[in-house]
């Protein structure tokens, strides 16, 4: 499942070559919820690295991201991360931005019981598992 958000542009980190085939990059957007503004911390990989390139620190952007997490083995201990993964940003109210082409973006549509109007949840294109391929108890 995909989301998106809306917010400013707070900081914005160097890429990162962690390994010789992945390379990262992170950035780290302000998001009004309430009384006091969250700063939430996105992470691009591969390809995706330059699609922050365009903005700058200030900048209001709509970012859209998947919902990542992994376990590790370490030691015998196991150990979990969790990922917000942006795979596209664009201007804050840029309805219909999409780099050219005149292809129009869907309208996003707000999750059920979310309290949070910058926050939305869309259905993603391809499921990320197919119900065989997860060993998932329920």
């Given at each position: 499942m995909a989301y998106d958000v809306t917010?400013?542009?707070?900081?914005?980190?160097?890429?990162?070559?962690?390994?010789e085939k992945f390379r990262k990059r992170e950035?780290?957007?302000?998001?009004?919820?309430?009384?006091?503004?969250?700063?939430?911390?996105?992470?691009?990989?591969?390809?995706?690295?330059?699609?922050?390139?365009?903005?700058?620190?200030?900048?209001?952007?709509?970012?859209?991201?998947?919902?990542?997490?992994?376990?590790?083995?370490?030691?015998?201990?196991?150990?979990?991360?969790?990922?917000?993964e942006a795979w596209k940003i664009e201007p804050a109210g840029a309805a219909n931005y999409g780099g050219g082409g005149g292809q129009q973006q869907a309208a996003p549509r707000p999750a059920a019981q979310n309290q949070n109007p910058t926050l939305r949840a869309q259905p993603s294109a391809a499921p990320i598992a197919s119900d065989d391929d997860n060993d998932l108890p329920f």
């Open positions: 917010g400013r542009l707070h900081e914005i980190f160097d890429e990162q070559q962690v390994s950035f780290v957007l302000e998001v009004q919820d309430g009384q006091y503004p969250e700063h939430i911390k996105f992470q691009m990989v591969q390809d995706k690295t330059s699609l922050i390139d365009p903005f700058k620190m200030g900048d209001e952007v709509k970012v859209t991201f998947n919902l990542r997490g992994r376990g590790f083995n370490k030691n015998g201990q196991m150990l979990y991360f969790t990922n917000l």
